[in-house]
């Protein structure tokens, strides 16, 4: 049964038996909002939103960041789908994914940090139906999902992030409003929430 997180909230990923996922799947789905206005529909342009995943050690240094240019960790403990140029899934559907297998996550990232920003330059009241969900990919079960909502003069958000906590791991929704087109332009607002 999936949770609809809050800013702010999270949950525990481990099992109701004990057991401790494995392989996690972040997604992302948006789409671009109708334009309003016979200029805006005539200059309407798709919508790039991109996925990022920064993995940090224990003590806040980064380690290293799968994104659309660099689709799989060192050590492949995680993978990035590749880019969607458009979006369009928006209403439950993935356009973009990240797949974490936990049990191989080197013990030196203490946390891996998910961030949305819009390539393409749109703010996220160009943007619909954004959400990313976290779902335990042995079962297709889909644990937690974070709207993406609001809209705002925003290009980013620094979306959730996935921390080891007592032997195991936790995820936390951010869903802090930022600027930027790349997930560079975001170090700065990712280090408050470390």
């Known amino acids: ?5 809050n800013k702010g909230q999270g949950i525990s990923l481990t099992k109701a038996d004990g057991g401790a996922l494995s392989v996690v799947r972040m997604g ?4 671009a909002a109708a334009p309003k206005g016979f200029f ?24 290293e960041v799968v994104f659309f240019q660099q689709l799989t960790s ?5 993978r990035h789908s590749g880019d969607n140029l ?35 330059g749109q703010t996220f009241e160009q943007v619909q139906d954004a ?17 993406l909502t609001g809209g705002g003069p925003h290009t980013a958000q620094i979306m959730a992030k996935v921390r080891r906590e007592g032997g195991g791991w936790k995820f936390s929704a ?14 700065p607002a990712i280090a408050p929430h470390l």
């Open 1 to 5: 049964m999936s949770v609809n997180l």
């Open 28 to 31: 992302l789905g948006w789409r």
């Open 40 to 63: 805006a529909k005539l200059t309407a342009r798709p919508i790039d939103l991109d996925a990022s995943a920064v993995l940090y050690n224990k003590g806040g240094g980064l380690v």
């Open 74 to 78: 060192r050590d492949g403990s995680v």
């Open 86 to 120: 458009v979006g369009g899934s928006g209403a439950g559907g993935d356009d973009e994914t990240i797949l974490v297998d936990l049990a191989r996550v080197p013990a030196t990232v203490e946390q891996i940090v998910f961030t949305v920003n819009s390539f393409t």
């Open 131 to 147: 959400f990313c969900r976290l779902v335990d990919e042995s079962t297709g079960e889909e644990l937690a999902r974070y709207t």
């Open 174 to 187: 951010i869903g802090e409003p930022a600027r930027g087109r790349t997930f560079q332009d975001l170090m």
